[in-house]
């Protein structure tokens, strides 16, 4: 359950940021520090979401 609330939230935080590209900065700064892929157990676990918002950032 933990992980398909990660998933909707970074979904949702992902297609936010394309209609205001900040948030996709403010998205890259809550998953280095909260690290969503550590506290997931299957779904985001082999997933680079830090690098995914980094480069929808740049």
Do not use: T, W
Not at 4 to 15: C, E, G, K, R, S
């Amino acid at each position: 359950m933990r992980d398909l609330f990660f998933v909707f939230y970074l979904l949702m935080l992902f297609v936010v940021g394309l209609r205001r590209p900040f948030l996709f900065v403010l998205g890259y700064i809550y998953i280095d520090m909260v690290s969503p892929q550590r506290l997931s157990y299957y779904m985001l676990s082999g997933i680079p979401i830090s690098l995914i918002f980094f480069v929808a950032a740049v």
